[in-house]
């Protein structure tokens, strides 16, 4: 959940490094700090507490000199986000610096050694027990060379439990940054007589494209004018290629917009359609199931699903249960990752395992994950956008939603994309199974690749109206989303997007559950979301749950189908989606229109839409 960055090269490396940490301050933005090799081989920080505008400031009043840097932008997990706390940490004689992403288990015992060992502490961070570790072993080791350098460091790391991703500088190194890497992302850049390291790609992208993903228990060792060397985890260098990402830094970027979030928002057509691209149709599906590395003759003695996510990824995947029993014929069950690891539910022979994640990296999708491999009962894939993220390694196969960087952190266009590569995933194989004849395949994927534009129609032609809701109940104090069958997970979903942006309590229901309790809370001023497309099959249902609600002074807005008037007397305001043919797509456009209005509330109430309190881009931490 936190950023970090490294830099050696000929420029001067703070301002760069300031950039960097913007770019990655969606991953959380409680504290920052840089620190670089000045020319005369000392180590001068700056951190502070607080978002990269106020270390911007800092650094304006007192500039660093040095082209050999490291920062960090802090979402805490070990000690209140404060100046001592922040990142990055020395050991007592400030001979060592670094920055770190994770968790250190056992930080607590080490640090108990440290403290016998006559070594001080100055925060309360488990990040800060590295630095002294550091400094021991680089004491005892010999000089600055690549095989001194990377034997002090994996002496090191032989006593850590954790997570962590950590950029590490030495006095006694000189030009030379380290980057290690254990289930915390870690990239390299490869410049033009300059090296970067990130915890994410987008502060990569004003420099280079050119990229190579450190894999876990991997160390970098970055030097003066020599391509990083990568080393494994028994400390041999390894020769691995780099890749072109495809983003540019205008993609990270707002793009005019006042938001990430905005942005993000208008760019889910176009996320949809990238994560179609050559894949949808007949001649694809040969290359689409080699994406997901399942085999034809595995498909055919699939006996169910098993699917992990967290949060809104979560919700997409309540989605491709329903899904997966409709057109695939398969029991499917969508699990909440944090629950699943701790349920006793044995993976049957036969299971095909989905993870879905937008940043690859969320903790307890990757444990639950690792869980089902632990048997070979269990077929497993991603649904992943982070490029080279944790959870890519931790499946056979990924099925790469294709939607750029996500920056807001809430989840939006990376949700869209989620479902089309469900859509792909569940009608691939299901056409191989059989459960859908080829024409039925052709009609459907047909739709399937109309749904982008329809999508643009929604966004383009409900913002305003929209807009002027939102304006109505920005100062709502509780809402309630009501969706039924494939809009159940909408109704979940747009409630979390109110609730995390607008700090407005919603909550999603089962609309024929209303009658079983929640119809208590509905008075006029207990606004309704009603989901009451026409084409799905729960249409009348969701009437008559609209006038009950109305019938108890609720004021309902109510996302129903073009054309479809009959509900205008009962609703307060209607919001208007395309006619689809297949009910299974009202939940992409259905979707759009909660995000448009999360978006606006927390837009009018004058919130930080992109970095909402207490929450980070990526939960890293169980
Ligand atoms: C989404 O708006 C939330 N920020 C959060 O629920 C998110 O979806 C969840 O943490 C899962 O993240 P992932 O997709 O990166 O695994």
Redesign the pocket.
């Known amino acids: 959940m936190c950023g970090i960055v490294g830099y050696l090269g000929k420029k001067q490396a703070a301002p760069l490094l300031l950039d960097g940490l913007k770019r990655l301050e969606y991953r959380g933005y409680d504290s920052a700090g840089i620190c670089v090799l000045t020319p005369q081989g000392d180590l001068d920080i700056v951190r502070v507490v607080g978002k990269i505008a106020g270390l911007e400031e800092r650094l304006r009043a007192r500039p660093l000199e040095g082209s050999v840097a490291l920062g960090h932008s802090r979402w805490a997990t070990h000690g209140r986000p404060s100046e001592e706390n922040a990142h990055p940490h020395t050991d007592c004689k400030g001979g060592v610096v670094l920055v770190h992403n994770g968790i250190i288990e056992n930080y607590q015992e080490l640090k108990e050694g440290l403290l016998k060992r006559k070594h001080k502490f100055r925060s309360e961070t488990d990040t800060e027990v590295l630095a002294h570790l550091f400094e021991e072993e680089i004491s005892r080791g010999n000089g600055a060379s690549e095989t001194a350098v990377v034997s002090s460091v994996r002496r090191v790391l032989k006593q850590l439990r954790g997570a962590y991703s950590l950029v590490v500088m030495s006095k006694k190194w000189g030009r030379q940054i380290i980057g290690i890497r254990k289930d915390c992302p870690l990239v390299v850049g490869l410049g033009a007589g300059e090296s970067l390291l990130a915890s994410d790609i987008p502060a990569l992208l004003p420099f280079t494209k050119n990229v190579v993903f450190i894999e876990d228990n991997e160390i970098v060792l970055l030097r003066e004018g020599r391509r990083p060397v990568i080393f494994n985890g028994s400390g041999k260098a390894v020769n691995r290629p780099s890749q072109e990402v495809p983003w540019d830094p205008l993609m990270a970027e707002k793009g005019g917009y006042k938001h990430f979030m905005h942005k993000e928002i208008f760019e889910g057509p176009r996320s949809f359609e990238d994560t179609l691209r050559a894949r949808s149709y007949e001649e694809n599906l040969e290359a689409l199931l080699a994406e997901a590395a399942i085999r034809r003759q595995e498909i055919m003695r699939l006996r169910r699903v098993t699917i992990l ?5 979560y919700h997409a995947g309540m989605i491709g249960e329903y899904l997966f029993e409709q057109w695939a014929k398969l029991p499917a069950r969508a699990e909440i990752a944090s629950e699943f690891r701790y349920a006793s539910r044995s993976i049957e022979p036969g299971t095909l395992t989905v993870a879905i ?3 690859g ?2 903790a307890d ?1 990757i444990a639950a994950m690792k869980l089902c491999r632990k048997t070979s009962a269990s077929v497993t894939m991603g649904i992943v956008n982070q490029i080279g993220s944790t959870l890519t390694r931790q499946t056979r196969g990924t099925l790469y939603t294709r939607c750029g960087p996500e920056i807001g ?3 939006t266009k ?1 949700f869209v994309a989620q479902l089309a590569a469900l859509y792909l995933l569940v009608l691939g194989i299901a056409r191989v199974r059989g459960a859908i004849a080829p024409v039925q395949f052709k009609e459907i994927t047909r739709e399937l690749c109309e749904i982008p534009n329809k999508l643009r129609w929604v966004l383009q032609e409900t913002e305003p109206r929209v807009m002027a809701l939102a304006q109505e109940f920005q100062q709502a104090k509780g809402f309630l989303y009501l969706g039924r069958h494939l809009l159940y997970p909408v109704a979940l979903e747009g409630a ?2 109110l609730k ?1 942006i607008s700090y407005i309590h919603a909550e999603g229901y089962a609309a024929g559950e209303m009658k079983h309790g929640p119809i208590a809370l509905i008075d006029s001023e207990m606004p309704v979301f009603c989901l009451a497309p026409r084409s799905s099959l729960i249409y009348e249902k969701m009437r008559s749950n609209m006038e009950e609600a109305r019938a108890r002074g609720a004021r309902i807005i109510a996302v129903v189908t073009k054309g479809d008037r009959s509900l205008d007397k009962i609703a307060h305001q209607t919001i208007v989606t395309p006619v689809l043919k297949h009910e299974e797509f009202e939940p992409v456009l259905a979707a759009a229109v909660t995000q448009l209005f999360a978006y606006h509330v927390a837009r009018l109430k004058g919130l930080d839409v992109d970095q909402p309190r207490n ?1 980070a881009k ?2 890293t931490v169980e």
Do not use: D, N, R
């Open positions: 996510a967290c949060g809104t990824a994640s937008q940043s990296e969320t999708t952190v809430a989840s990376a979390l997007k995390e929450l990526s939960v």
